[in-house]
């Protein structure tokens, strides 16, 4: 068994797990059985914040090396990221709507700074398809991937920094305000999905890599009569 | 509508994200298929 099967092993044992240990956590004194939202949606959280990290990652170890590897792993962990952050606005606002009575406002920072992450990471999916070139596509999305990073920071502190609808963290340097068997099952929550995005990224990045192989071939082949139109730019 | 709530995000999650890991697994034998013709 190689490594890519056995990640994906143990993410699948570790979500049960998770799925497991959630549904054996107590109703919350106020929130009541809402509460075990959070155990997926403090997940897709962290795998987004995660993903856009290793798109940084990815991103400066192109710009540093040129080597094609970083910039398929910068790719497939910001697909990762979008993914996520797409589930974790979606439960965001399930449980909004039964605890506060509204899926969504404008006016909470986290909400609102959260969807334009969402919506920067895509448009750093777009200017990859829209780039035909790979050392132009490597290049650009690279400096914005570097650039969109400024966002994860201002997504996580944006509870402490703007005092909106959004709940501050519950677990700081100073300890924890949740109960102990909820915290213990958000955390193991935290880490399989972890191992989730770890899986991920292996059979992703892989695949770019094979696709962009499979495409100099057929570039190779085909020869250059069907390159495509550069409309009168470099080519 | 509480347990409606919550089985429906646990459902959106893990079906997506298993799903999504699946399908990758899946397509990584299409792909190395695609390969292995040329």
Redesign the interface.
Known sequence: MNLRYALTAAALVALAIGFWLAAGTPPDAVQGEYVRIIHVHVPSSWVAFLAFGGTLLGSAGWLITKRARFDHYAAASAELGVFFTALSLLTGMIWGYVTWGIAWDWGDARMSSTALMFFVYLGYLALRRATLNPVDRARRSAILGIVAFVQVPLVYFSVVLFRTLHQTPSITTEGSTMESSTLRAMLFGLFAFTLAYAAFTTWRTRQLIIEAELTATDAEHAGSAVTAPTLGGRP | ???T??W???V???G???G??VS??R??RV??D??GD?
């Open positions: 509508m509480t347990e709530a919550v429906f995000s646990y959106v999650v893990y997506f994200t298993i999504y890991l990758l697994v397509r990584d792909q190395r695609r390969a040329r």
